[in-house]
Structure formats: structure tokens, C-alpha cells
């Protein structure tokens, strides 16, 4: 089946600082999508792309479609204690298999105050 | 703000035995989905419904699951006979259209001894 490598698996970092995570796939996605997930939770969508190319704004976080629609980047600017979680990419080939999610394998973030 | 709810929290089980997870979906909703998530892994995709039939299913789907909306507002997922390898969060999503933005709930989590 479809993979999807995400990275890095963890990041420590201080408050305040930014933050870059990507993922790159084999084959072609239609639509890619950022999730969080908070322990215990399920996941909560963050970014929705749907053009190669786009780039996306949600407050603090920016995310980019890559052109070969084969990958994504997701930017956290000016981390906050909050922002702790995982962070997970997610592909939509389309066609028929709409909602079927191809998800990577997660980023950890952890934040110092 | 409207969300989708699952229950039980978490089910203890002897392998062999049946279990039914139950969802709630967000109610103007038309598409319907089973995730699962192995303590520490990816989120994996199980299984889509929309007007009353399964529109697709991955491997891990096989003839022990089965899925029902058996009243218009309750979306079931049923294992017939766990295994140990069942044990896995297990996520109820939704959506309204065909977007990927899916809703995820907050998971029920299985335990197979």
C-alpha cells in the first residue's frame, strides 16, 4: 500500500522557537492534511491543501501542497507550551476513495517552557 | 460546536469474544469511517460507508469485522471473535462531503487478553 515518511520522528524544542516537520510519499496525493493528536485523543485537523503548490495559513501554522504532490510541510512559528502533541500527515488519493487517509507515522513534539 | 461521539471509552475483552464499538456521527454527516491506531503507531484506515453500504475496506478489514448503521444516527463497528491483535484504539470519523476534512472522535480504546 500507499507510505507516507514523516520527519522527524520527535522534536524537543524551547518555547518560542519555530518549528519545520515534512512528508514525502511514493505516488501522487490529491488532497494532503495536518492533524494533531493530544494523548488520548483522536485526531484534530489542522490544515487542509488541495492544489500542488498551495500554501496554507492557519494562525500560527503554515503548510505547503509540493508541486510534485508527492509531499508536504508543515511550519509551526513562535512555539507554545500547547503546541505539545503529535502531528500527523495525512494523503487523499481521490477518485472513489474518498476519506481514505493515508496517514504517516507521526511527528512528537514536545516544548520546553 | 457539533462533534462525533464514540462509547465505550475502553472495553476490556477475552479473545474469542464479540465486541460492538459505537459512534455517533456529527449529524448533517453523509460519509462514515472506521480508523485504528496500535498503542504508539500510525493511524490506519479500516473502513468507509456512505448510503448505507461499505465503499471500501482495507486488508486489515476482513470477514471477523462488520460495520452497520443500524438506525440513522448510531454507526457500529463489530468485531465477531477478537484476537490479541486487536487490541488498538479504534476511531469513528466523519465528514459532510468529499473533501478529506474528516472529524474524528475520540477513540475507543480495545483491549484483547
Known amino acids: 500500500g500507499q507510505q507516507l515518511n514523516q520527519s522527524p520522528q520527535s522534536m524537543f524544542i524551547q518555547e518560542g522557537e519555530d518549528v519545520s516537520m515534512n512528508c514525502t510519499s511514493s505516488s501522487i496525493f490529491n488532497t494532503w492534511l495536518w492533524y494533531k493528536q493530544d494523548p488520548g485523543e483522536g485526531p484534530v485537523l489542522l490544515i487542509a491543501l488541495y492544489k500542488a503548490g498551495e500554501l496554507t495559513s492557519n494562525g500560527r501554522l503554515t503548510a505547503q501542497f509540493g508541486i510534485t504532490r508527492k509531499d508536504s510541510f508543515l511550519n509551526i512559528s513562535a512555539s507554545i507550551p500547547s503546541d505539545v502533541g503529535i502531528y500527523f500527515c495525512a494523503g487523499q488519493r481521490g477518485g472513489t476513495s474518498y476519506g481514505k487517509l493515508t496517514f504517516g507515522q507521526g511527528t512528537i513534539l514536545t516544548v520546553h517552557p | 460546536e457539533p462533534e462525533v461521539t464514540q462509547t465505550p471509552s475502553h472495553q476490556v475483552t477475552q479473545m474469542g469474544q464479540e465486541v460492538i464499538l459505537r459512534c455517533v456521527p456529527i449529524?448533517?454527516?453523509?460519509?462514515f469511517y472506521w480508523y485504528r491506531q496500535i498503542l504508539g503507531q500510525k493511524v490506519e484506515f479500516l473502513v468507509s460507508f456512505y448510503n448505507n453500504e461499505i465503499s471500501e475496506k482495507s486488508e486489515i478489514f476482513d470477514d471477523q469485522f462488520s460495520v452497520e448503521r443500524p438506525d440513522g444516527s448510531n454507526f457500529t463497528l463489530k468485531i465477531r471473535s477478537t484476537k490479541l491483535e486487536d487490541s488498538a484504539m479504534y476511531f469513528c470519523a466523519s465528514t459532510t462531503d468529499v473533501t478529506g476534512e474528516l472529524f474524528f472522535g475520540e477513540g475507543s480504546r480495545l483491549t484483547v487478553l
Open positions: 449529524s448533517n454527516h453523509l460519509y
